[in-house]
């Protein structure tokens, strides 16, 4: 069976979510580019299994809150690559639990600077090379929303939860821009997850303290968020766009 010929490129793969969407994506066809900030063995772990997979592959350093390491990541994947058909729009921050009124400016800008402009940059890059308006073949964008844009996360990320607000309406806006080019902008809207976000946050124990509070009484794993987000890349998905999908047991 002749192998597909599309190409994805994910942000924050090294880990988490983005790597377990690495992997499925090698499983299902696709090259995979694999973007990462500072965790280099991360990212060459998921390459690892990637390639393992049969998908040319390869790593892209650079932090997505700096325009010029945006602008380079993309530079360096058009030189590796013949062509864009998906970004998977991952990276992201969270920081340790507090109240509003105790975190200082350069939390709140950092948070910001990430998570809402940063994956801003890297969808813009993205319809420039999808977009048929730009001479592009066409293609998906998947941003990485959090059920916290819902939720809040009231004494702990209010923050976080903002900036993935951010997320849920400039996936709506920027899906009416460039529809009819051709590209498609859809998220999801992941709940209890087992990754190590949790521990980076402050809460290693996050998911079973409150797996209770779960309709399913459990939390989920990386790798049921990268079968959503392999739906919403695929020909099954032809006819969505703007949407974002919760992927929470129900909570």
């Given at each position: 069976?002749?192998?597909?010929?599309?190409?994805?490129?994910?942000?924050?793969?090294?880990?988490?979510?983005?790597?377990?969407?690495?992997?499925?994506?090698?499983?299902?066809?696709?090259?995979?580019?694999?973007?990462?900030?500072?965790?280099?063995?991360?990212?060459?772990?998921?390459?690892?299994?990637c390639e393992?997979?049969?998908?040319?592959?390869?790593?892209?350093?650079?932090?997505?809150?700096?325009?010029?390491?945006?602008?380079?990541?993309?530079?360096?994947?058009?030189?590796?690559?013949?062509?864009?058909?998906?970004?998977?729009?991952?990276?992201?921050?969270?920081?340790?639990?507090?109240?509003?009124?105790?975190?200082?400016?350069?939390?709140?800008?950092?948070?910001?600077?990430?998570?809402?402009?940063?994956?801003?940059?890297?969808?813009?890059?993205?319809?420039?090379?999808?977009?048929?308006?730009f001479g592009?073949?066409?293609?998906?964008?998947?941003?990485?929303?959090?059920?916290?844009?819902?939720?809040?996360?009231?004494?702990?990320?209010?923050?976080?939860?903002?900036?993935?607000?951010?997320?849920?309406?400039?996936?709506?806006?920027?899906?009416?821009?460039?529809?009819?080019?051709?590209?498609?902008?859809?998220?999801?809207?992941?709940?209890?997850?087992?990754?190590?976000?949790?521990?980076?946050?402050?809460?290693?124990?996050?998911?079973?303290?409150?797996?209770?509070?779960?309709?399913m009484k459990?939390?989920?794993?990386?790798?049921?968020?990268?079968?959503?987000?392999?739906?919403?890349?695929?020909?099954?998905?032809?006819?969505?766009?703007?949407?974002?999908?919760?992927?929470?047991?129900?909570?």
């Open positions: 069976m002749a192998r597909k010929t599309k190409t994805v490129l994910i942000t924050g793969a090294s880990s988490g979510i983005g790597a377990a969407t690495a992997v499925l994506a090698s499983k299902s066809g696709y090259d995979v580019g694999i973007q990462y900030n500072s965790d280099l063995k991360g990212a060459q772990l998921v390459a690892q299994m393992q997979e049969g998908a040319i592959t390869h790593m892209f350093q650079g932090d997505v809150s700096v325009e010029a390491d945006v602008e380079r990541i993309f530079e360096e994947f058009d030189a590796a690559f013949p062509q864009m058909d998906a970004l998977v729009n991952n990276a992201g921050i969270v920081d340790k639990p507090q109240r509003v009124e105790e975190m200082s400016y350069e939390r709140l800008r950092r948070m910001v600077d990430v998570n809402l402009i940063g994956a801003m940059m890297v969808a813009q890059q993205g319809v420039l090379r999808m977009s048929k308006a592009g073949d066409g293609g998906v964008i998947v941003n990485t929303s959090s059920a916290a844009a819902r939720l809040g996360s009231a004494g702990q990320y209010v923050d976080y939860a903002a900036t993935k607000a951010g997320i849920d309406i400039f996936t709506k806006g920027l899906s009416d821009e460039v529809a009819a080019d051709g590209v498609r902008v859809v998220a999801i809207r992941p709940g209890l997850i087992e990754t190590a976000i949790h521990a980076k946050g402050g809460l290693p124990d996050r998911c079973d303290d409150l797996a209770d509070t779960v309709p459990r939390s989920g794993e990386a790798e049921e968020c990268a079968h959503a987000i392999l739906f919403l890349m695929g020909e099954g998905a032809s006819y969505i766009t703007g949407t974002t999908l919760d992927i929470s047991g129900g909570r």
